[in-house]
């Protein structure tokens, strides 16, 4: 089983916003990193850090913590943010990798 | 931009081992970072397998450490799994990636790995 946990699915208005959570006790050392996968393809992370965006990322993805939960804010959703989307970070330990269950998004 | 491209066979039978390797590109393995192995089985998400340092030192999902070696050819600038004793819950599409620092910075295409006799 997942040290992260997320909701299985969310759905979200075009256009409206919509936040993913993903707790864990990890979270309260190491910040997660947030990616988003299309059917097919690999993984493409769009979040981490603080809050920060790779390059070509959306500035309507963005990331936050508090305490052991990190949050994924899409706002201002597209129909093309549809997907799963997995938090990532270190397990407690500090040496290991952790991943959340997954979060199926909606655009409606 | 490092990019990083696994193969190896698509198919394995029941018990037997299965074998990847990573090669890497615009960026030399021996100048740092831990590199590493992700797989996800159809339908579930990722889950990390294990690493490896240029200089050996490596961490593996204690899930799986029985059964897992990750081995780094310099030379070559390619890493590598070895997965042993495989049953049909292993199938699963098989990523390398690099670790850079808390993220998971560059991964692979992946490759679908099938079990089955």
């Known amino acids: 089983s997942s040290e992260l946990t997320q909701d299985p699915a969310v759905s979200v208005a075009l256009g409206q916003t919509v936040r993913l959570t993903c707790q864990g006790d990890?979270?309260?050392?190491?910040?997660a990193s947030w990616y988003q996968q299309k059917p097919g393809q690999a993984p493409v992370l769009v979040v981490y850090?603080?809050?920060t965006r790779p390059s070509g990322i959306p500035d309507r993805f963005s990331g936050s913590r508090s305490g052991n939960t990190a949050s994924l804010t899409i706002t201002g959703a597209q129909a093309e943010d549809e997907g799963d989307y997995y938090c990532?970070?270190?397990?407690?330990?500090?040496?290991?990798?952790?991943f959340g269950g997954g979060t199926r998004v909606t655009v409606l | 931009q490092v990019q990083l491209q696994e193969s190896g066979p698509g198919l394995v039978k029941p018990s037997e081992t299965l074998s990847l390797t990573c090669a890497v590109s615009?960026?030399?393995?021996?100048?740092?970072?831990?590199w590493g192995w992700i797989r996800q089985p159809p339908g579930k998400g990722p889950e990390w397998i294990g690493n490896?340092?240029?200089?050996?030192?490596?961490y593996f999902n204690p899930s799986l450490r029985s059964r897992v070696t990750i081995s780094v050819d310099t030379s070559r600038n390619q890493f590598s799994l070895k997965l042993t004793s495989v049953t049909a819950a292993d199938t699963a599409v098989y990523y390398c990636?690099?670790?850079?620092?808390?993220?998971?910075?560059?991964w692979g295409q992946g490759t679908l790995v099938t079990v089955s006799s």
């Open positions: 615009s960026f030399s393995i021996s100048s740092g970072y831990h």
């Open positions: 990890s979270l309260r050392s190491f910040f």
């Open positions: 990636v690099r670790e850079a620092y808390d993220i998971l910075s560059n």
């Open positions: 490896i340092f240029h200089s050996g030192t490596s």
């Open positions: 850090g603080k809050n």
């Open positions: 990532n970070s270190r397990d407690t330990s500090g040496d290991h990798w952790v």
